[in-house]
């Protein structure tokens, strides 16, 4: 089966940087478009970053353009978040997605894609 992983998330200072990390198994990792997408308590979900199967970010939502870097490297089946200069509202539960890259194209909608990670949990401290 089908199973995506996140890790990398913590506690750290207003400023600070965080990298998160997500694994893939069960899936061909190169035909897929991957997501970071977020939510905090009482808020809805939110789209971070999109990527291509080829490593072309498609996406940033405007509160995290210039501060935080999506890649991935295929050889190792694994996506990553770079996030510098976090602010507190940058906390909450992040969550990396996975779609076959003919079906969600460029788009960055939670609702396009399939496989979901259980989260990690990233507080910034204000």
């Known amino acids: 089966q089908v199973q995506v992983v996140e890790s990398g998330g913590g506690l750290v200072q207003a400023g600070g940087s965080l990298r998160l990390s997500c694994t893939a198994s069960?899936?061909?990792?190169?035909?897929?478009?991957m997501g970071w997408f977020r939510q905090a308590p009482g808020k809805e979900r939110e789209g971070v970053s999109c990527?291509?199967?080829?490593?072309?970010?498609?996406y940033y939502a405007d509160s995290v353009k210039g501060r935080f870097t999506i890649s991935r490297d295929n050889a190792k089946n694994t996506l990553y978040l770079q996030m510098n200069s976090l602010k507190p509202e940058d906390t909450a539960m992040y969550y990396c997605?996975?779609?076959?890259?003919?079906?969600?194209?460029?788009?960055?909608?939670?609702?396009?894609?399939?496989?979901w990670g259980q989260g990690t949990q990233v507080t910034v401290a204000s």
């Open positions: 997605a996975a779609e076959l890259t003919w079906v969600v194209a460029d788009t960055c909608r939670g609702s396009d894609f399939g496989y």
């Open positions: 069960g899936l061909t990792f190169d035909d897929y478009t």
């Open positions: 990527i291509t199967w080829s490593g072309e970010p498609t």
